[in-house]
């Protein structure tokens, strides 16, 4: 039972709640995730099991896709619904000079983090600060949103997709919408239909997780992430296996700096990435994890 398992998780819990869930459903000796969802979010998770908890890190850097329902008029503390309200304001804005509106928001950008995160700043996560009634100053992050499209206006309330890099925070994208159009707004709904290769189409209901034929879903470590893929010759992937380094240029000729090892079988063998002309390895996987 080594691999990724896609759920799409519900609405109103935690993703470390959902992952203990499947880890207690499936009898998992370990688990975790590839990308937390805020409780009011659904949809994609990737809970990594066993031996694939070694690769959480690299499905963390993936791009990710959503549904987001905003509402016009409302802001909020929190940027979402969960939160109390700050101000109410009417809206005036039609359909077109709102598609226009998030045309321009497209593109390399930098977004500060809101206040309700989970960022440590000072060793103390900021929605702790938050819930103090504290306001700190925070470093604005470097983010890619490639797609904003609108699916459905009917104000206050719009629907819309959304593609972005990793470290983006949607209910910020929201919350900047409304100060374009001049009235605020507040994230009401988001749902995750992908992060990195895995699809909404792949994800199973948490409810009947134990009754799954799990091999049929599982996803293989092989197939979990979306690093370069490069294959190991037989007589390499022993050595590998036991941390040798070997010469970079008899492994490939591509400068990568930092892809997956697998065997004749795709079956994943290491991470690993360059090191003056040897290949070191961030991660190596036993020969049981990958069968």
Not at 67 to 91: K, P, Q, W
Not at 97 to 108: I, K, S, V, W
Not at 120 to 129: M, T
């Amino acid at each position: 039972m080594h691999g990724v398992l896609v759920v799409d998780k519900p609405a109103g819990r935690s993703s470390a709640a959902i992952v203990e869930a499947v880890k207690r459903a499936l009898g998992a000796d370990r688990a975790g995730h590839g990308g937390t969802l805020d409780p009011l979010a659904t949809g994609v998770l990737a809970v990594c099991l066993n031996a694939g908890t070694k690769l959480a890190q690299y499905l963390l850097a993936d791009d990710k896709a959503y549904e987001a329902t905003g509402v016009l008029g409302v802001e909020t503390d929190t940027l979402d619904r969960t939160g109390r309200i700050l101000a109410e304001r009417s809206v005036d804005v039609d359909e077109a000079t709102f598609r226009g509106l998030l045309a321009r928001r497209l593109g390399e950008q930098e977004q500060v983090p809101p206040m309700y995160s989970a960022i440590k700043q000072g060793g103390v996560r900021l929605y702790h600060r938050a819930r103090a009634g504290e306001e700190v100053e925070r470093v604005p992050r470097r983010i890619r949103i490639d797609r904003l499209e609108l699916l459905e206006f009917a104000p206050p309330r719009f629907r819309v997709a959304i593609t972005c890099s990793k470290g983006t925070y949607v209910r910020s994208i929201v919350a900047d919408l409304g100060t374009d159009v001049g009235c605020g707004a507040h994230l009401a709904e988001l749902r995750r239909t992908r992060s990195g290769r895995f699809t909404i189409e792949q994800a199973v209901p948490l409810d009947g997780i134990a009754d799954l034929d799990l091999a049929s879903y599982l996803i293989p470590l092989g197939l979990a992430t979306d690093l370069p893929r490069v294959v190991a010759k037989p007589t390499q992937v022993g050595p590998i296996r036991s941390g040798l380094k070997l010469p970079l240029e008899t492994i490939t000729d591509q400068n990568y700096q930092l892809f997956q090892l697998v065997d004749e079988q795709g079956r994943l063998v290491a991470i690993a990435h360059p090191d003056a002309g040897l290949v070191a390895y961030d991660r190596v996987f036993p020969e049981y994890a990958t069968s």
